[in-house]
């Protein structure tokens, strides 16, 4: 069936009696993700291995283009946590110039899908392989941080888990004191905010009030303040983005077209598949919380073009790989917006904030960033699933933990692929055992009275396919010496291994001169047999229900 293009932003549905009320909602709603994605998007570019404005200017490029573009009314679009172990391993072995065009083809990929409507598929990845690889990618973050959490002297940072953990442990000697403590107080503010000032205000009501309005602001603005102000004030010795990066430009930056090779692109193969399948996960699982949240169904194809639009444009601007994100959505939500328009207030502001106080961005220090991605990384894992795995089975347990491990110690690449392999043999082992046959007695179908040796009544439950031939191959084994019947109505699918297992029984019968009767042959059983040619061996021999296939047999 041919399915026409269709590329619908629900930017324009949702703008359908728009007004001034709404209007406001969003503008509130869009100045509060603002507050939150500002100290994210830095701190994600830093730990990625790019400059912190690489970050900001995803947010601004990538976060407009999203929510002008995308399927969902309240998603916010930039760069995301899951991407920071992909694209630092990219930076380290192939260079910023590739990962420019790694994710431009990974957008172009993540346009693709949504064109050929492939957004369902993507929820079809077993729950087992996202946890496992989030928890695996959360462990990375916080550990990719422990670095400019204890203020330690290392040159340059291995991209591998073993890697990491010996770069740290041979320059452990070389801790600041003061970026640990600067990291820590951060740390304790960001976890705190919510929670101390509404047991520090008491039971006065005025008080409660203020301390109310004040919780609503992020702890890690809260703690990016204090720890600039303090570290500037003071004079701390504690790296900050000035004395590493040299600031950030108050302008976006212009357009650039990195040396493209087909070469290159070659090697990029697997990065830009992974950045596209992670992008289409996170956004699409994201896209599903708000609908959740605001009782709306968002549409995936939209959103995985949407997505692959900005992919597309923003590395050309500096940017680094996007989707959406969850924390900053859930903010959204929260703050009342009704529309995509809190979306792109929300990348306007941005943009305003490096075009007026860029350069007050040179003073914060790195160790808060480092306490704020701690967090984000605590709040990204589903730590409760491993207490969990003793109540599901053994085969969740297996591709959950292997996940988790291989994510961690070697490649999310490797991680997922194993993840998806493992999940489809565990379904098609699951889908195997409940496929089927019991065999009908003389209480069931009269009929069959005195005839157990000369004919024999078999009613099929389940699939029959190249996981469950056995099935039909262990009826060969049994065979009556007069008729067999197979009552095919339970039987809800058959693929075209199946189909040529049941032609095998057919000639086997032939050849021991038993004749094959089968019943409830309707559906996808009888369409796979129409084309594969086993309805003409069987025509003969077909009958409507069970007990006309038991009484034919019974006369043969």
Same mark, same amino acid.
């Given at each position: 069936?041919?399915?026409?293009?269709?590329?619908?932003?629900?930017?324009?549905?949702?703008?359908?009696?728009?007004?001034?009320?709404?209007?406001?909602?969003?503008?509130?709603?869009?100045?509060?993700?603002?507050?939150?994605?500002?100290?994210?998007?830095?701190?994600?570019?830093?730990?990625?291995?790019?400059?912190?404005?690489?970050?900001?200017?995803?947010?601004?490029?990538?976060?407009?283009?999203?929510?002008?573009?995308?399927?969902?009314? !309240?998603?916010?679009?930039?760069?995301?946590?899951?991407?920071?172990?992909?694209?630092?391993?990219? !930076?380290?072995?192939?260079?910023?110039?590739?990962?420019?065009?790694?994710?431009?083809?990974?957008?172009?990929?993540?346009?693709?899908?949504?064109?050929?409507?492939?957004?369902?598929?993507?929820?079809?990845?077993?729950?087992?392989?996202?946890?496992?690889?989030?928890?695996?990618?959360? !462990?990375?973050?916080?550990?990719?941080?422990?670095?400019?959490?204890?203020?330690?002297?290392?040159?340059?940072?291995?991209?591998?888990?073993?890697?990491?953990?010996?770069?740290?442990?041979?320059?452990?000697?070389?801790?600041?004191?003061?970026?640990?403590?600067?990291?820590?107080?951060?740390?304790?503010?960001?976890?705190?905010?919510?929670?101390?000032?509404?047991?520090?205000?008491?039971?006065?009501?005025?008080?409660?009030?203020?301390?109310?309005?004040?919780?609503?602001?992020?702890?890690?603005?809260?703690?990016?303040?204090?720890?600039?102000?303090?570290?500037?004030?003071?004079?701390?010795?504690?790296?900050?983005?000035?004395?590493?990066?040299?600031?950030?430009?108050?302008?976006?930056?212009?357009?650039?077209?990195?040396?493209?090779?087909?070469?290159?692109?070659?090697?990029?193969?697997?990065?830009?598949?992974?950045?596209?399948?992670?992008?289409?996960?996170?956004?699409?699982?994201?896209?599903?919380?708000?609908?959740?949240?605001?009782?709306?169904?968002?549409?995936?194809?939209?959103?995985?073009?949407?997505?692959?639009?900005?992919?597309?444009?923003?590395?050309?601007?500096?940017?680094?790989?996007?989707?959406?994100?969850?924390?900053?959505?859930?903010?959204?939500?929260?703050?009342?917006?009704?529309?995509?328009?809190?979306?792109?207030?929300?990348?306007?502001?941005?943009?305003?904030?490096?075009?007026?106080?860029?350069?007050?961005?040179?003073?914060?220090?790195?160790?808060?960033?480092?306490?704020?991605?701690?967090? !984000?990384?605590?709040?990204?894992?589903?730590?409760?699933?491993?207490?969990?795995?003793?109540?599901?089975?053994?085969?969740?347990?297996?591709?959950?933990?292997?996940?988790?491990?291989?994510?961690?110690?070697?490649?999310?690449?490797?991680?997922?692929?194993?993840?998806?392999?493992?999940?489809?043999?565990?379904?098609?082992?699951?889908?195997?055992?409940?496929?089927?046959?019991?065999?009908?007695?003389?209480?069931?179908?009269?009929?069959?009275?005195?005839?157990?040796?000369?004919?024999?009544?078999?009613?099929?439950?389940?699939?029959?396919?190249?996981?469950?031939?056995?099935?039909?191959?262990?009826?060969?084994?049994?065979?009556?010496?007069?008729?067999?019947?197979?009552?095919?109505?339970?039987?809800?699918?058959?693929?075209?291994?199946?189909?040529?297992?049941?032609?095998?029984?057919?000639?086997?019968?032939?050849?021991?001169?038993?004749?094959?009767?089968?019943?409830?042959?309707?559906?996808?059983?009888?369409?796979?047999?129409?084309?594969?040619?086993?309805?003409?061996?069987?025509?003969?021999?077909?009958?409507?229900?069970?007990?006309?296939?038991?009484?034919?047999?019974?006369?043969?």
């Amino acid at each position: 069936m041919h399915v026409p293009f269709s590329f619908r932003p629900r930017l324009h549905a949702a703008l359908r009696g728009y007004d001034r009320a709404r209007f406001l909602q969003d503008l509130g709603a869009g100045l509060t993700v603002a507050v939150v994605a500002l100290p994210l998007a830095m701190a994600f570019a830093i730990a990625s291995g790019l400059k912190p404005e690489a970050g900001l200017f995803t947010a601004i490029i990538a976060g407009f283009l999203i929510a002008l573009l995308g399927g969902s009314r !309240v998603q916010i679009g930039g760069p995301a946590g899951a991407f920071i172990v992909i694209v630092y391993g990219i !930076v380290q072995q192939y260079g910023v110039a590739n990962l420019i065009i790694a994710t431009a083809l990974s957008g172009v990929l993540l346009f693709v899908m949504g064109l050929l409507r492939l957004g369902t598929l993507v929820r079809f990845i077993p729950v087992a392989v996202i946890i496992g690889f989030t928890n695996g990618i959360a !462990v990375l973050i916080a550990l990719s941080q422990v670095k400019d959490f204890l203020g330690l002297s290392i040159p340059k940072m291995p991209g591998d888990f073993f890697g990491i953990l010996g770069a740290l442990g041979n320059h452990l000697s070389t801790i600041n004191p003061w970026a640990t403590s600067v990291a820590v107080v951060s740390l304790a503010v960001v976890v705190g905010w919510q929670r101390w000032l509404p047991a520090a205000a008491g039971r006065n009501a005025v008080v409660q009030r203020w301390a109310a309005r004040l919780a609503r602001v992020p702890g890690s603005i809260v703690a990016l303040v204090l720890a600039t102000g303090v570290v500037a004030g003071f004079g701390l010795p504690v790296e900050t983005i000035g004395s590493r990066f040299g600031g950030i430009p108050a302008a976006l930056p212009a357009f650039t077209l990195p040396a493209f090779s087909w070469e290159s692109a070659r090697f990029l193969l697997m990065p830009t598949i992974t950045l596209a399948l992670l992008g289409a996960i996170e956004s699409l699982l994201c896209a599903r919380v708000a609908d959740g949240m605001i009782g709306d169904r968002h549409d995936p194809n939209q959103e995985l073009m949407a997505q692959g639009i900005a992919n597309f444009i923003t590395p050309f601007f500096g940017g680094m790989p996007a989707t959406g994100t969850i924390a900053r959505t859930v903010t959204n939500v929260k703050s009342g917006a009704t529309s995509p328009v809190s979306g792109m207030v929300h990348a306007l502001v941005l943009l305003l904030v490096i075009l007026v106080a860029a350069p007050l961005a040179a003073s914060i220090p790195l160790a808060t960033l480092a306490a704020i991605l701690m967090f !984000v990384a605590w709040n990204m894992g589903e730590w409760r699933e491993f207490a969990r795995l003793k109540t599901y089975r053994l085969p969740y347990r297996i591709t959950l933990v292997s996940v988790f491990l291989l994510t961690v110690v070697f490649d999310l690449t490797v991680a997922v692929e194993f993840g998806i392999f493992a999940a489809c043999i565990t379904f098609v082992y699951r889908i195997s055992s409940l496929s089927r046959a019991e065999r009908l007695t003389a209480a069931e179908q009269p009929l069959l009275a005195g005839l157990d040796e000369q004919v024999q009544v078999w009613r099929l439950h389940g699939a029959i396919f190249f996981g469950a031939t056995k099935l039909i191959e262990s009826l060969e084994d049994q065979l009556p010496t007069r008729a067999l019947v197979l009552d095919l109505k339970n039987v809800i699918y058959v693929d075209s291994t199946g189909a040529e297992a049941l032609e095998a029984l057919s000639k086997t019968c032939e050849t021991r001169q038993v004749r094959l009767i089968v019943s409830g042959l309707v559906g996808q059983p009888l369409d796979i047999a129409r084309r594969t040619g086993l309805y003409e061996r069987l025509q003969a021999d077909l009958q409507p229900d069970v007990a006309s296939a038991t009484a034919a047999a019974a006369a043969t």
